[in-house]
Each structure stands twice: as C-alpha cells, then as structure tokens.
C-alpha cells in the first residue's frame, strides 16, 4: 500500500508491505509484515512494530527528515515484554555526511517509547539487537543509533559515523 489516507488503525500482515507518504490513524505491523519509509510516514495514533516485522528505512544526504516514522501516539517494538524485537533495515541511498542525524522514529514529546530494534539476520528471526549507542553497518556506512534523540529526547535517531576505533584488535 502506499499513498493510503485513513483515520483508522492500519495492519501490515505478513507478505504485506506499507510504503511512505501515508496518513493512517494506528500502525501495527506483525510478523513477517514490511514498513517502508521512502517518504514521510505520519500515524495519528499508536505505532507498534511485533517481532519478526521489518522497518526500511531508506535515507540520502538532501532528505535528512522527510523519510521518517512520524507519530503522535506511543511505540513500541517488539511486544514491549519480550527480548525480541523488530528488524531495523537501513538502506543509505548514496553516502551520508559524517555526522548526519537522520531521525527514523520521531515519537510524540508526551508519548512513549518501548523496546529496540535488531539488525536483519538470515539465520533467525531476531538479529542483533540494537541497544543505546549501538554502532551498525549499512551500505559501507558505519551508523550510531539512539532511542533519546530529538529536542524531546524520545526519537530513534541513528548518526553517520566513521565507525569503531581499532576493529577487530
């Protein structure tokens, strides 16, 4: 789906994918389902990302904000109990400044947040999991996520970095 406007709350099934420049009322993608975000994303409402469900996030040096999950409501990744938690798929369209910050998630300043996201991984359905200041790899481009980021110190941000000192020492 893309292009979708609706106050109601939308399901991403599995097999399913919801593309960018939508306006939905609620997010709620299960397992195996596939949250694209090449453009804006704008939920009115809660966002919850299951286990096993994956979030695109396709950023390019001109559209640092534009290609974001915006939401109004509470996030949570992954069932907000379990260790487990939704795949984070960052595909840089071309190479991003040292020291961008690309908001992913911005959540509403009064709203929560739950849960982290992990790296994709062939073998399981829980890759990596991506805690505070976790550095990952996308595209040849070393990347630093956060859940504190933006003025309210609630959004996913994740900043172009050069990477580990001393890898593999």
């Known amino acids: 789906l893309k292009g979708?406007?609706?106050?109601?709350?939308?399901?991403v099934k599995e097999f399913g994918t919801l593309t960018g420049d939508s306006i939905?009322?609620?997010?709620?993608?299960?397992?195996?389902?596939?949250?694209?975000?090449?453009?804006?994303?704008?939920?009115?409402?809660?966002?919850?990302?299951?286990t096993g469900s994956v979030l695109q996030f396709q950023?390019?040096?001109?559209?640092?904000t534009a290609r974001q999950l915006l939401?109004?409501?509470?996030?949570?990744?992954?069932?907000?109990?379990?260790?487990?938690?939704?795949?984070?798929?960052?595909?840089?369209?071309?190479?991003?400044p040292l020291g961008t910050k690309l908001t992913v998630i911005d959540v509403a300043a009064n709203k929560t947040l739950v849960g982290k996201f992990a790296l994709p991984n062939a073998t399981n359905t829980n890759g990596?999991?991506?805690?505070?200041?976790?550095?990952?790899?996308?595209?040849?481009?070393?990347?630093?996520?956060?859940?504190?980021?933006?003025?309210?110190?609630?959004?996913?941000?994740i900043t172009r970095n050069s990477g580990p000192a001393f890898v593999n020492r």
């Not at 979708?4 to 399901?11: A, E, H, K, Q, Y």
């Not at 939401?71 to 991003?96: K, R």
């Not at 999991?129 to 790899?137: A, C, F, I, Q």
């Open 59 to 64: 950023p390019n040096a001109t559209s640092t």
């Open 24 to 50: 939905l009322g609620g997010l709620i993608a299960n397992a195996g389902g596939t949250v694209n975000s090449t453009q804006l994303l704008s939920v009115f409402g809660n966002t919850q990302l299951f």
């Open 128 to 157: 990596v999991v991506l805690n505070e200041g976790s550095t990952l790899t996308a595209g040849g481009q070393n990347f630093t996520i956060t859940y504190a980021g933006g003025a309210d110190a609630k959004d996913i941000v």
């Open 71 to 96: 939401t109004t409501g509470n996030v949570i990744l992954g069932d907000g109990i379990s260790t487990t938690f939704p795949t984070l798929d960052v595909q840089p369209e071309g190479p991003i």
């Open 4 to 11: 979708l406007r609706t106050i109601s709350t939308v399901t």
